[in-house]
């Protein structure tokens, strides 16, 4: 079975330019995740994903970032303009309703901005 | 508000020792407490979790330990490894399907040979 897959694994951007990193779920995984994690930290939990619906994006940022989970699978993290405090690491993890508390976590992608 | 507090930041064992691994929470709503590994540039990997309603669940040489009333949980990695060298995440999240794990802020493992 194939993880979770994210798109770039690395990048890097001048400040004030916009970016967006690619999760591609589980394959059957209704719930998906994106997480923040800064160097030193656990991961921080910026939206959730039921399916296609954001029930939980009340810590997303959202005067810059955004996110997209368009037909229920594949989504997309999005932040315009990228602030240098945004240098951190975004994970995507998914679950399934057949064990529903067991998230599995992709590689990440490593934002620089500076 | 720190939810899930971790200690200690960093540990450092002999090949074949003990490393344990504490982690303490408030919020009695929590009903699932899993351990992640992450190596340098990958994603946490789940390890092992644990539910409320057991005081002690292993795999293999993992180990996790809980303690309700104390309201905390540590891990325990038996026979440790070099290649157990990572950091360790506790985690804890609240009794709803899909809710959001909060994480603790991390143990570095060193284990030397």
């Known amino acids: 079975e194939a993880g979770v897959v994210q798109s770039p694994r690395y990048k890097i951007i001048e400040k004030k330019q916009p970016v967006a990193f690619w999760c591609n779920p589980i394959s059957g995984h209704n719930t998906l995740y994106w997480y923040l994690q800064n160097l030193g930290q656990g991961p921080e939990l910026l939206i959730r994903?039921?399916?296609?619906?954001?029930?939980?994006d009340s810590q997303l940022p959202k005067d810059r970032f955004s996110a997209e989970r368009l037909k229920g699978v594949d989504s997309t993290l999005k932040i315009q303009p990228a602030e240098l405090g945004d240098s951190a690491v975004y994970l995507c993890a998914s679950s399934g309703s057949g064990a529903p508390y067991e998230q599995y976590f992709g590689p990440g992608t490593r934002l620089t901005v500076t | 508000q720190q939810q899930v507090k971790q200690s200690p930041q960093s540990l450092i064992v002999q090949k074949g020792g003990i490393s344990i691994i504490n982690c303490a929470y408030e919020n009695t709503a929590f009903d699932y407490f899993p351990w992640y590994q992450q190596f340098p540039g990958k994603g946490p990997a789940l390890l092992i979790a644990i539910r409320p309603d057991v005081s002690e669940k292993k795999e293999g040489r993992f180990t996790i330990s809980f303690n309700k009333s104390a309201k905390q949980f540590s891990l325990h990695i038996m026979d440790s490894q070099p290649g157990d060298s990572a950091t360790y995440f506790c985690a804890a999240r609240e009794d709803q399907a899909g809710t959001a794990l909060i994480f603790g802020k991390g143990t570095t493992l060193s284990v030397s040979s």
């Open positions: 994903y039921e399916n296609e619906e954001a029930v939980d």
